[in-house]
């Protein structure tokens, strides 16, 4: 306290003037009408979607929807000027489940979603280049495709959280991440009680925080002193997400530490494994190095005497320049070493993704016109051409027959699935 007479804060601490100094930025910013509402975001709502997007997400014509409309089938639209309809996420789930009642033999087209005796599908997305915001369109594709996503940040700056406005490692915040559910004192909870909505219908996220820091270092400190035998970390893992398995139809898994205790969590717990590779030698010499310490992390599972079986381990390409020479020979580097396991597709460099990262938004949450109808076409072909990748590596573990890539490849503003070769050669 200052003695009578002094200086306001003269006798502060320097911990205590710099926790001041916070209290009156934030106060500052309240006073200027700004909502804080951290960790957790203010209300972000998703832009309804015209009727010709709607068309080609479900993958019928437009007058068929108009027509549908018109007969009171369905949910209702939004009519916008001149008779425009648009439709939001949730009104397109609902005519998925409409349509796959009234077309049952196109049911699983309309209604993605996992069947009795298909299992629920866990996707880490590892190490690599632009992994992050792969995971982050991956979701939201998902999602927009109809089925019911679980994304899984295990990143303690909550990068993939942030793309959801969960701007979780700005202050301190307890028990708000999977370290509740897998940490291992008393305050363990439930991994519902850390899932959260965001505004795509169907898509949920668990934050990543700072605490999950706290759990590596816990974990080390275990496995050094119980004589370096792999502590129990990563069947945690598997046993929390199993805990929701009835919720969801994917869950895709981002943001740990390639060398960590909760990327080994990540690596058992998952069907599939995703790599992001950006095509400079440097780089994939790097992702040769990331499959050593995968290799590792899942031999210490398997020699714990459990053991890791994978539906598929897939390598995108990411922030692919076609038109560089290096790059296309580089691609062909990866083509010829890992052969089907390359997916066919790659995601351009490409500047709308990044003003859309800018935006704080994903192009699938933006118009042509945010960002330039040609710079968003062209993100948009190889996002959804990538995705539909993805999913249908998912229907062929499920028994079904692929179906995503197909109709990727008749859409306009919602992907078209050209090769580089041919785009390049008008």
Sequence with gaps: MPQPGSPPYEDETASERIRRLGHELFDRVRARGTAINYPFPDP?????????????????????????????????????????????LRQINELRAYLASAR????????????????????????????????????????????????????????????????????????ASMYAAIRYDERRANIRTVIRPTHFDGLD??????????FERECSRRYHSEGLRYPDASAR????????????????????????????????????????????????????????????SVSLIEKAGRSVNYDFIKFLVTRHEPRDVSEQEAVALL??????????ASVWESGAIRQARLKNQSLYELSAGDVG???????????????????????????????????????????KAKSPSRRLSK
């Design 44 to 88: 972000i709502t998703l832009r309804s979607f015209s009727l010709g997007e709607v068309a080609e997400i479900l993958g019928v014509s437009g007058s068929y929807l108009r027509q549908l409309s018109l007969d009171g089938l369905g949910p209702t639209p939004e009519l916008g000027t001149a008779g425009r309809r648009s439709y939001t």
């Design 104 to 175: 049952p033999k196109e049911a699983l087209k309309f209604f993605p979603r996992r069947r009795k005796g298909e299992k629920l599908q866990i996707i880490s997305v590892g190490y690599g280049s632009a992994s992050t915001t792969t995971a982050f369109y991956l979701v939201q594709g998902l999602a927009l495709q109809g089925f019911r996503v679980l994304a899984v940040d295990l990143d303690p700056n909550g990068s993939l959280s942030e793309m959801f406005g969960y701007f979780s490692s700005v202050i301190p915040v307890h028990n």
């Design 205 to 214: 996220l668990v934050p990543g925080t700072i605490e999950l820091g706290h």
């Design 237 to 296: 893992m598997v046993s929390v997400l199993k805990e929701v398995e009835g919720d969801y139809d994917v869950i895709v898994i981002a943001g740990a530490s390639e060398s960590g205790f909760l990327a080994a969590g990540a690596f058992e717990a998952a069907t599939g494994v995703l790599v992001t590779v950006h095509p400079q030698l440097d780089d994939i010499a790097s992702t040769a190095m990331f499959l050593g310490l995968f290799s590792h």
């Design 335 to 344: 083509r010829d070493s890992l052969g089907d396991d390359l997916l066919t």
């Design 373 to 415: 109808r040609s710079a968003y076409e062209q993100a948009m072909e190889t996002l959804n051409s990538t995705n539909a990748e993805v999913m249908d590596i998912i229907c062929e573990v499920w028994g079904r027959p692929p179906i995503y890539a197909s109709q990727a490849s008749r859409s306009t503003t919602a992907g």
